[in-house]
Every structure is written in C-alpha cells, then in structure tokens.
C-alpha cells in the first residue's frame, strides 16, 4: 500500500511541476522583452538559468542519498518559489539573472532542477525491474501532459487577461504567480512522501567503494561516456527551448500568446504518446535502437519547420516532429539506470542530468543572438536538428552492443 501511494504521490508531483513549466514557458520570454530585455539578453539570461541549475541539482542529487531524498526534493520546491516570486516582484536585469542562476525555473517547459533524478531513484527502488521502462513511459507520459495542460493554460490566460483590459506585463505576472504556487504544493506533496524512497538503512550502512567519483564507481566509465553524448543532445536541444520556439512563432507569424500555447498544447500531447509507444518498441527492438531510430527521423522534421512556406504547414511539421520526439526519453532513463550497479543508480541519474543541463545551459544564448539577426533567424533549427542527428549516431556506434541486463538475457 505504501509503494502503491508513493507512487502515485511522484506522479502527481511531476504532473503538478510539468504543468508548471508549460504554463510559464510559453509567457516567459515574453514577459522577459517586455520588461525591456533585448532577445540577446534573454538567450543570456537562459543560459544563466540552465548553468545555474546544473550547479544546483549537481550539489543536491550527489547529497540526496545522504541527507534524505525527501528533504532535497523539498529544498528543489523552495527555489522554484524563490524564483518564481523574484520573477513577479522585480523588473531589474540584475536581480532577475540571480533569481535565475540561484532558483529553479524552467525556459524550456521541460523537466529541470534536481526533481527528475531523486524520483527516478525512488521510483526504481519502489518497482520491479522488469515494469522499469513501462512505470518511466507513463511517467514521462503524464508529464507531457502536464506540460501541454500548462502551455494551453499558460498563454490563454495571459491572451484573456490582456482582452479583458489588463496590460500585457501584468498579465504574464499573473502567470508567474501561479509558478510560485505549484512550488507550495510541491513542498505539501513532498512532505507526505514516506520513507519508502530513502536509500535503504542496510544499504546506507555499507563501506562506500574506494575511490568514488560523484558517486560512481564500477560504472563510471560507462556513466562519463553517457553523460559527455547526453551533453551534446542536450546543447543541441538548448538551440530551440519551448520558450524561444514560441518567440520564433511570434516574431515569424506575429500569432498571439493564446494561439501559441494552443500549437504547445498539441505538441506535447503528441509528445507524451511518443513516449508511451517507446515501451512496446523497446521490447521488440532494443532499448538503444528504439532511441536512435526513433530520434533521427525527428530531428529530420524539425530541420522542416522553417523551410516551410506559411504557418499552417510550419505547425504541421512540428507536431510530426513532436509526435515521435520523445520515445527516446524513457529509454535512455531506463537504459541509464540498467547499465549501472544498483548503488550508484542516484548519481548516475545526476551526472547525466548534469551533463544535460550543462549541455543546454551554452545554447540559449546563440538562439538569442540568431534571433536578433532577422536573417538568422530560423538557424537555430538547422543547428538543433543537425547536432542531434550526429548525436544519434554515436550513441549507436559506442552502445549497440552494451546490452541492459533483460537484454543480454534474451
């Protein structure tokens, strides 16, 4: 009964945090220009953010065991206040970067802070092996629900509130409270977490391996590999985060926020299906080629978007592309945590978390200079979808035959 609630509280937790990314990245970048910030400035801003992260969730997931997994989740909730209220109370360049680089806020609409690798520890503990990929499908499933509840949310209430009278920056602060909200009922949730999900007592007595590194130890080779592929997935993706992509929409279409959280709606709708189907593949095909072949005919599409000729069929490229994007999530995570001894799967989900977040801290601030450059506008997308296919095929070739466990079996 207890594994059975946990669950189901780490769901609601990332339904509850996903909704809150997609409800304020479609609003943030423009919040960010109307305060006065220039697109430059905002790729920057960005970077900062998603450098900042990585040094925040390097520090809690690495302690987590340690300290207690609930009490970091609940730390990781605090800063999303702390950000999310310097957001709405300030309009200085200076203070807005700090709560940035210190708090946790998400540019992208996708999962950041240290949530993602102290659940995925928990959740791995709390379920069988052989469920693993199916339990992180649903999971990253519902979260692309979320985020897609959230867009929608997000960007017609800013668009309702603004034809009711209310000045566009008001408007987004209002959405910026909301952010700070879901921290709270973060922090209520995290609370009622139990036990279940600390590293067991047995464990956390035993003698630490010599020679730990991040925590790793017997798979650190295989972790450090990983993470430096990951790393450059993830600075590819950082060319075209949610936030930037609906500034793209806006400033190539002029189509308002309420029209942009709609397309935001329906791409991670399609998004979490993807994922979902990521499960029934893997079985069939292997965790590594559901991940690659799945991938490059994506990043295919996005490089699409821009080369089409009207918004119509702009849109329609992007929702193809969504509609398979993310089979390659749950496998990865599940990958990651298979090839990995059980001891060291918390910090091998953080070092590759980091890796990402670092990956994709560099990128945001060449979109915003892209951006600025009328003729370079659309770059970022041929950047993006280039890097990650390049991406796809060394993963391929330095993985095919490093086979998870349920694999080598067969």
Same mark, same amino acid.
């Given at each position: 009964?207890?594994?059975?609630?946990? !669950?189901?509280? &780490?769901f609601?937790?990332?339904?509850?945090?996903?909704?809150?990314?997609?409800?304020?990245?479609?609003?943030?970048?423009?919040?960010?220009?109307?305060?006065? &910030?220039?697109?430059?400035?905002?790729g920057?801003? @960005?970077?900062l !953010?998603?450098?900042?992260?990585?040094?925040?969730?390097?520090?809690?997931?690495?302690?987590?065991?340690?300290?207690?997994?609930?009490? +970091?989740?609940?730390?990781?909730?605090?800063?999303?206040?702390?950000?999310?209220?310097?957001? #709405?109370l300030?309009?200085?360049?200076?203070?807005?970067?700090?709560?940035?680089?210190?708090?946790?806020?998400?540019?992208?609409?996708?999962?950041?802070?240290? @949530?993602? /690798?102290?659940?995925?520890?928990?959740?791995?503990?709390?379920?069988?092996?052989?469920?693993?990929t199916?339990?992180?499908?649903?999971?990253?499933?519902?979260?692309?629900?979320?985020?897609?509840c959230?867009?929608?949310?997000?960007?017609?209430?800013?668009?309702?509130?603004?034809?009711?009278? +209310?000045?566009?920056?008001?408007?987004?602060?209002?959405? #910026?409270?909301?952010?700070?909200?879901?921290?709270?009922?973060?922090?209520?949730?995290?609370?009622?977490?139990?036990?279940?999900?600390?590293?067991?007592?047995?464990?956390?007595?035993q $003698?630490?391996?010599?020679?730990?590194?991040?925590?790793?130890?017997?798979?650190?080779?295989?972790?450090?590999?990983?993470?430096?592929?990951?790393? &450059?997935?993830?600075?590819a =993706?950082?060319?075209?985060?949610?936030?930037?992509?609906?500034?793209?929409?806006?400033?190539k279409?002029?189509?308002?926020?309420?029209?942009?959280? /709609?397309?935001?709606?329906?791409?991670?709708?399609?998004?979490?299906?993807?994922? &979902? #189907?990521?499960?029934?593949?893997?079985?069939?095909?292997?965790?590594?080629?559901? +991940?690659?072949?799945?991938?490059?005919?994506?990043?295919?599409?996005?490089?699409?978007?821009?080369?089409?000729?009207?918004?119509?069929?702009?849109?329609?490229?992007?929702?193809?592309?969504?509609?398979?994007?993310?089979?390659?999530? $749950?496998?990865?995570?599940?990958?990651? +945590?298979?090839?990995?001894?059980?001891?060291?799967?918390?910090?091998?989900?953080?070092v590759?978390?980091?890796?990402?977040?670092?990956?994709a801290?560099?990128?945001?601030?060449?979109?915003?200079? @892209?951006?600025?450059?009328? =003729?370079?506008?659309?770059? $970022?997308?041929?950047?993006?979808?280039?890097?990650?296919?390049?991406?796809?095929?060394?993963?391929?070739?330095? @993985?095919?035959?490093?086979?998870?466990?349920?694999?080598?079996?067969?």
């Amino acid at each position: 009964m207890t594994t059975k609630r946990d !669950t189901t509280l &780490l769901f609601a937790t990332r339904i509850t945090r996903l909704f809150a990314y997609g409800f304020l990245s479609v609003v943030i970048a423009l919040y960010l220009a109307e305060v006065g &910030l220039t697109e430059a400035q905002i790729g920057l801003l @960005f970077s900062l !953010t998603l450098a900042g992260d990585a040094s925040v969730t390097l520090w809690i997931t690495t302690t987590a065991d340690r300290l207690g997994r609930r009490r +970091m989740l609940i730390l990781g909730a605090l800063l999303m206040i702390l950000a999310g209220g310097v957001f #709405l109370l300030t309009r200085n360049p200076l203070l807005l970067t700090l709560a940035a680089i210190v708090g946790v806020i998400s540019p992208s609409g996708n999962e950041i802070g240290p @949530f993602l /690798s102290i659940e995925q520890a928990g959740l791995t503990q709390l379920i069988p092996a052989e469920r693993r990929t199916s339990v992180f499908a649903w999971y990253n499933l519902v979260g692309s629900f979320a985020t897609a509840c959230g867009a929608l949310a997000g960007g017609w209430l800013a668009q309702g509130l603004q034809n009711n009278g +209310m000045a566009a920056l008001a408007s987004y602060q209002v959405v #910026l409270a909301g952010y700070a909200l879901a921290g709270l009922i973060l922090i209520l949730a995290f609370l009622n977490v139990s036990p279940a999900v600390e590293i067991a007592a047995q464990e956390a007595g035993q $003698p630490q391996p010599a020679q730990l590194f991040l925590g790793l130890h017997k798979s650190r080779n295989v972790v450090l590999k990983l993470s430096s592929l990951f790393a &450059l997935d993830a600075f590819a =993706g950082g060319l075209i985060i949610q936030s930037m992509l609906a500034f793209w929409f806006h400033v190539k279409y002029g189509i308002d926020p309420g029209v942009i959280g /709609s397309i935001f709606f329906g791409a991670n709708i399609l998004a979490g299906i993807s994922a &979902l #189907l990521a499960a029934p593949l893997s079985r069939k095909f292997g965790l590594i080629n559901t +991940m690659v072949f799945t991938h490059i005919p994506s990043n295919v599409l996005l490089i699409l978007v821009p080369l089409m000729p009207n918004l119509p069929l702009a849109i329609m490229v992007l929702l193809a592309r969504f509609s398979i994007s993310q089979m390659d999530v $749950p496998t990865r995570q599940s990958y990651t +945590m298979a090839v990995v001894a059980p001891d060291e799967r918390s910090a091998a989900s953080g070092v590759t978390s980091i890796a990402r977040s670092v990956g994709a801290s560099i990128s945001p601030v060449l979109t915003g200079l @892209f951006m600025s450059t009328p =003729g370079l506008l659309s770059v $970022p997308y041929f950047l993006c979808g280039g890097l990650k296919i390049v991406y796809d095929l060394l993963l391929f070739r330095e @993985f095919k035959a490093v086979k998870p466990p349920e694999e080598a079996k067969a």
